[in-house]
């Protein structure tokens, strides 16, 4: 039997690798060897292991998402707790994943101060965002960590997705901002930030937003 090591692997940008048939023993060694500071994104689920490496126009995509639920949640005035794309897992469930970004809402008060998740006491994330799709290793993950809302952008659309009943349903609202039509939002400000530049499409946003609130 032949054994390389995970350092030989080369996964280009917009790609993805699965592994069959891996221990949660070896998906904790993989998570050790590879370490914190990487641009790829794990997910492990039912035995199988995908290493995803994003590409640079979802990474930015990733970004302005980011920006427009913290902008929410500014003008909102609700507090939250950022773990970006901490790794999420729980050894009794055999689950693993590591979103492009997350969001402690209803429970950031419970997550203040707190570096690391350890889900076997913390809850999962209330928000969790993923750019240029989630495969099914990645759903089966999100779902038995139990996150219950995904946000998931791909080809200049965004799919809103509620964990119901232990699978995932899109729906036209976020149950964290139900007021706003969302989808439509992000996507004028994604397809704007393209023409415009990050920091104008934002502007618009913020300044759409707090119109919708009466605060303009």
Request: proline share 6%; glycine share 6%.
């Amino acid at each position: 039997m032949v054994t390389l090591q995970l350092r030989q692997l080369i996964v280009q940008p917009g790609h993805r690798v699965q592994f069959q048939d891996v221990t949660w023993t070896e998906f904790e060694a993989i998570l050790t060897e590879l370490g914190d500071h990487r641009p790829s994104r794990l997910a492990y689920a039912q035995n199988i292991l995908e290493i995803r490496m994003p590409l640079p126009k979802p990474e930015k995509a990733k970004v302005i998402l980011d920006d427009i639920v913290k902008i929410l949640l500014a003008e909102l005035n609700l507090d939250h707790e950022s773990f970006g794309s901490s790794t999420f897992k729980r050894a009794d469930m055999a689950v693993g994943i590591e979103p492009d970004d997350c969001f402690y809402i209803q429970n950031a008060a419970q997550m203040i101060g707190k570096d690391r998740v350890n889900l076997a006491i913390d809850p999962p994330p209330d928000l969790a965002i993923e750019v240029d799709v989630t495969s099914k290793t990645g759903l089966a993950a999100y779902q038995a960590l139990g996150v219950p809302e995904l946000w998931r952008f791909e080809d200049g659309q965004l799919r809103i997705s509620v964990l119901q009943a232990g699978t995932y349903q899109d729906r036209p609202r976020s149950t964290h901002f139900p007021q706003f039509d969302l989808i439509q939002l992000a996507e004028e400000t994604l397809a704007r930030s393209q023409t415009t530049g990050q920091s104008q499409a934002l502007r618009v946003f913020r300044s759409t937003l707090r119109g919708l609130l009466g605060l303009a």
